[in-house]
């Protein structure tokens, strides 16, 4: 019996991009980039705790980027981890509006 050739209406839109009937589920404002380096690297190199608070955050922040505000917080709070945790918990609720307003349009 001879296979009968694929109907899919989307497939042929597919083969160019695989990913295109996923696009309308990441509608963000947030930049996108090519990741430079190894992000598992870097994630490994990050200090327990703060990846104890990245598992948990609602964000998909890079290593390299909350890495980077984690740092700048210590050196702000002077190595008050509570505080410095509550800074970023903080820092995504603000983030996490300002994509709901622009993305579904409220708060």
Known sequence: MASCPRRDVNHIAHK???FARYKSNTRTSLRRRKRSGNPMAD????????R?????AALPWSPRSVFR????????YENDREAVYLYMSELEAKKLKKEAKKIWGFE
């Open 16 to 18: 160019k991009d695989p």
């Open 43 to 50: 994630y490994d190199r990050l200090p327990s705790d703060l």
């Open 52 to 56: 104890g608070w990245l598992s948990q």
């Open 69 to 76: 505000v984690w740092r700048s917080a210590m050196k702000t």
